[in-house]
């Protein structure tokens, strides 16, 4: 048992005697080297150096870490001073850098240092959105980001003035920045334009920016219309034009903004025309029917604004028809039909020649005149019956012939 106990204190003394070297030995090592380098904050994109006094020439490492990243120096070792410089490109962003020299994988001394901005200034400005409606709360917003050369934000607090323009009003101000920025919002006016902004910062001017303030949603307008006579010929064209359309500020609505005119018909027909505004005004024309109508006009900007109601109507023209039969009765000459001043009617205007057998309308055809004169044929294949008359219409004017009588082919 004694000896057991022996063994024992004599595995204790040596333990206690190792680990004193050891502890004598790392004092001993962490005696060996001094931080010379008295200066803890360093402007960005300068020569960044730490130097130690190192006893008997011993060699160390430096492990430099700071949010751009984390590197491990060797020494430059000259008599009994080791340097280590910082890598031009990691000395060039601002921020805390933390290091640990460091010798065989042991820690001999730790220590944080500075960078700060370098002492000129740069801008970054964004303004958007870059249009917006006039009024209503709309606004852009400027925002500016005062750096250094090396792109390192500057500190809070750091005065940015932000500068913007509308017709005769122009306002500034002041702004500190917070979180490496300053913002401003920029509320449109209700005057439609371009709001001219820029930022100016420790004596760095940007150039300008512009925002359009374009008009909010047009509101109800009115049409009207103007043609050169009221006679229904088919030929004519009756415009039809709105006002200025405007927003609700009295802004007038850019150009190119679509316009739909409908037009109702006496039997409930819809026609539809188109108009696309310049300078406010959108025009669109109808071709005038060539019979008596009236017609009924409303104008819509879609899902936005629409306009007054108004009412065209148009008079009829009855002129007197005259027609030939050919000597086989197959071809029927009608003309020449005459307009509303005994004119030659336009060319293009309808005639109408419906086919009778026996008191049944047998067919209807239409032609379109050329010179005044529209000209029907009735070929034997088709119309095979003993005799046929005729009624022709043009305009509002309606005759009816006689009855024609055929060698029947039966």
Known sequence: MKKKQRIVFVLVSCSV???????????????DFSLLTTQNVFEAGSAIQLSFLAKNNTTASLWVQSSYGSIVLDANVKNDTITFALPHFYAKKAGKISW?????????QKGTFEIIPKDDIRLENYLGPRSM?????????????????????????????IKWQFLDDIRTETLPTKDFISWKRIYSPEKAGKVLTSVACLGME?????????????????IDYSRNHAFADGNQTTTLTSSIIKDKFGNTVGDGTAVTYVVTTSKNTILKTFGSTVGGIAMAEILSPELAETYTVKAYINGMAESNTINISYKAIQPVIEYEFSED?????????????????????????QVYHDDKLVDTLSEYTRKGVATFKLSEEEYKAAAYYFTI????????????????KQ
């Open 206 to 222: 940007t150039k300008e920016t512009e925002t359009d303030v374009y008009p909010t949603i047009p509101v109800n307008f009115k």
């Open 100 to 108: 640990v020299l460091t010798n065989d994988a042991t820690t001999i």
């Open 393 to 408: 219409t043009a305009y509002e004017s309606t005759i009816t012939t006689e009855k024609i009588h055929y060698a029947s």
């Open 133 to 161: 409606p006039a009024g209503d709360g709309h606004y852009t917003m400027m925002v500016t980001i005062p750096t250094d050369l090396y792109d390192n934000p500057k500190p809070d607090g750091t005065p940015a003035t």
């Open 329 to 353: 009765k197959r071809t029927i000459t009608v003309g020449t039909i005459k307009s509303f001043m005994n004119q030659i009617a336009p060319d293009g205007t309808t005639v109408t020649l």
């Open 17 to 31: 005697l190792l680990f004193s070297f050891i502890a004598v030995n790392r004092e001993k090592q962490n005696t």
